[in-house]
């Protein structure tokens, strides 16, 4: 997501600067629910989830940017959510986040992020959403 989003919220750089590609129009803020050591677990909500709904999906949260605004909403589609978890007391959140807060899945065209990590669980759920919106979708 911080990779891919076209701006970071200022003050929320990394130091010595953040590397960035751009082409998701979205503003993130970076490591917004604080440390590595904040980190969370929480169940996600959306189209993401929606695959298999026989079972929760587990999403891992750490060092979790979150969405400050969404800069076209016509061209972008939240896929997955997760309610508004409050920041730790120890990560001062000096800017609101506002109503995107808890989108932590989206697709823009054929690029998709997520503030989660996917890929330290055994669910395959948003690689397999990633598989078939994105790469299959495009045959």
């Not at 980190?39 to 189209?47: C, D, M, R, V």
């Not at 609101?96 to 996917?118: E, F, Q, W």
């Amino acid at each position: 997501m911080i990779l891919l989003a076209d701006e970071l919220v200022e003050g929320s750089s990394k130091k010595g600067g953040q590397l960035q590609i751009g082409g998701f129009p979205i503003r993130v803020v970076r490591n917004q629910y604080g440390r590595q050591i904040d980190s969370f677990e929480h169940a996600l909500s959306g189209a993401v989830a929606d695959v298999d709904r026989s079972r929760t999906y587990s999403a891992l949260f750490i060092r979790a940017p979150v969405v400050h605004t969404i800069l076209d909403p016509e061209r972008v589609r939240v896929i997955g959510t997760v309610p508004i978890v409050p920041a730790p007391a120890a990560a001062e959140a000096l800017i609101p986040l506002g109503p995107h807060a808890s989108a932590v899945a989206l697709l823009c065209g054929k690029l998709m992020v997520t503030s989660y990590h996917p890929e330290l669980t055994a669910d395959l759920r948003t690689h397999l959403y990633w598989l078939n919106e994105c790469v299959l979708s495009a045959a």
